[in-house]
T-cell receptor, first 116, second 118 residues
Framework: EPEVTQTPSHQVTQMGQEVILRCVPI?????FYWYRQILGQKVEFLVS????????KSEIFDDQFSVERPDGSNFTLKIRSTKLEDSAMYFC??????????????FGPGTRLTVT | AQKITQTQPGMFVQEKEAVTLDCTYD???????LFWYKQPSSGEMIFLIY??????QNATEGRYSLNFQKARKSANLVISASQLGDSAMYFC???????????????FGTGTRLTIIP
């Protein structure tokens, strides 16, 4: 069964450093998402991406964040200058809109980001 | 804005018993969808079940069923014959359409930690 993959599984970085989290969505999916889950809290929407541009972003997704689909398979989330409060699990998800059939957002296994 | 409420932060259930996890929602949309995800201690998000707002029958997937009461705006997850492997965090989520191109986002509840006791 196709799945969303994410690398790395765990990233440790120092405050102020740039990090890039990588995702490979399911190949025929058109819509891509990043979500964040701070330890012990609920999952929060960060950004959605369709047709090579951001279609929606939350208030969390400030100028320190950016997303990119550099080629036909990867989808990346960049944090330019990490802060302690960026420590969280970051989930990538992808979906294929089906107006008739039930669909779901397929989540990747997550990248745990630890900022020290 | 959409809102998902899960009022049970934690539940303990004896193995083989059925368990109901509560979820209420608030939306002004006529068309919406409700999801349940399972998050084990390893952290990944596992899709369990989906209910569309226009679906007349409650969704079922194996041991999982969704008790959808539209007038009460509730979408409770029922797990029958619970197993030790069901111990996990469970999140209810609602999809919100962002654009006319089908782009959507999920709004999650705060989750319920379910512990199955042998």
């Amino acid at each position: 069964e196709p799945e969303v993959t994410q690398t790395p599984s765990h990233q440790v970085t120092q405050m102020g450093q740039e990090v890039i989290l990588r995702c490979v969505p399911i190949s025929n999916h058109l819509y891509f998402y990043w979500y964040r889950q701070i330890l012990g809290q609920k999952v929060e929407f960060l950004v959605s991406f369709y047709n090579n541009e951001i279609s929606e972003k939350s208030e969390i997704f400030d100028d320190q964040f950016s997303v990119e689909r550099p080629d036909g398979s990867n989808f990346t989330l960049k944090i330019r200058s990490t802060k302690l409060e960026d420590s969280a699990m970051y989930f990538c998800a992808s979906s294929e809109r089906e107006y008739i059939q039930v669909y779901e957002q397929y989540f990747g296994p997550g990248t745990r980001l630890t900022v020290t | 804005a959409q809102k998902i409420t899960q009022t049970q932060p934690g539940m303990f259930v004896q193995e083989k018993e059925a368990v109901t996890l509560d979820c209420t929602y608030d939306t002004s949309d006529q068309s919406y969808g409700l999801f349940w995800y399972k998050q084990p201690s390893s952290g990944e998000m596992i899709f369990l079940i989906y209910q569309g707002s226009y679906d007349e029958q409650n969704a079922t997937e194996g041991r999982y069923s969704l008790n959808f009461q539209k007038a009460r705006k509730s979408a409770n997850l029922v797990i029958s014959a619970s197993q030790l492997g069901d111990s996990a965090m469970y999140f209810c989520a609602m999809r919100e359409v962002i654009s006319n191109f089908g782009n959507e986002k999920l709004t999650f509840g705060t989750g319920t930690r379910l512990t199955i006791i042998p």
